[in-house]
């Protein structure tokens, strides 16, 4: 089963309106990560927290960490067009190798009404 | 930074005709490689990922292959396409050391199977 899962799965705001996205996750880590898709495009990475932080700002956006209620938020405030995307949370995994990979979540779908 | 290449960006091909897709990445030396798959308004399935050339893991069983046969080059192939095949494929790299580094992505092959 995915190690992130986002909520809402979708979600349509006004732009200048705040979205907030959420993200639950199932085992210990030592980060997350936060990135945006837009339309048939590749991710892009936003931003990441620490298991040791429990807030980040970065412009717009801010993330926090609840490592005791394994979740994670995405708030981007005075939301804009261009914010419309969809949005995973990412933390790492061990795999079977002992190598680490990113497990994503199903993500959130914003759209940003002008 | 690094930058990812994908070709083709579209691709649609007959059920149990061969594929190749391509990924290469300027900007790092000896990266992480992965292949992903994305179904429609889903997260992201890791195929495939590498940590050198002639290194490949799998993480799931499937009808597709992978090779890296320069440090940064990354083939997705399959001898015989399925219907199941079909879906966006992203490349993404990542600079190898520490747990906070980011994956960055290509803008991805949408592969439609007809």
């Known amino acids: 089963s995915q190690q992130g899962e986002e909520d809402p799965q979708a979600l349509s705001i006004q732009e200048g309106e705040n979205a907030t996205m959420n993200c639950s996750y199932k085992?210990?880590?030592?980060?997350l990560q936060w990135y945006r898709q837009n339309s048939g495009r590749g991710l892009v990475h936003l931003i990441l927290?620490?298991?040791?932080?429990r807030e980040k700002h970065s412009g717009r956006l801010r993330v926090t960490l609840d490592t005791s209620k394994k979740s994670s938020s995405l708030l981007i405030t005075a939301s804009r067009a261009a914010d419309t995307a969809s949005y995973f949370c990412?933390?790492?995994?061990?795999?079977?190798?002992?190598?680490?990979?990113?497990?994503f979540g199903s993500g959130t779908r914003l759209q940003v009404q002008p | 930074s690094q930058t990812i290449h994908q070709w083709p960006a579209t691709l649609v091909q007959p059920v149990g005709s061969p594929l190749s897709l391509e990924c290469t990445v300027e900007g790092t030396s000896n990266p992480n490689l992965y292949w992903y798959r994305q179904a429609a308004g889903r997260g992201l399935q890791l195929l495939f990922y590498s940590v050198g050339i002639g290194q490949i893991s799998s993480e799931v069983p499937q009808n597709l292959s992978a090779s890296r046969p320069q440090d940064r080059q990354f083939i997705l192939s399959s001898k015989k396409l399925l219907l199941s095949d079909s879906g966006f494929y992203l490349c993404?790299?990542?600079?190898?050391?520490?747990?906070?580094?980011?994956?960055?992505f290509g803008d991805g092959t949408r592969l439609s199977i007809l």
């Open positions: 085992t210990s880590i030592n980060n």
């Open positions: 993404a790299c990542r600079v190898p050391g520490g747990v906070g580094q980011p994956q960055h």
């Open positions: 990412a933390t790492v995994r061990s795999m079977d190798t002992g190598r680490r990979a990113l497990t």
């Open positions: 927290i620490r298991s040791n932080e």
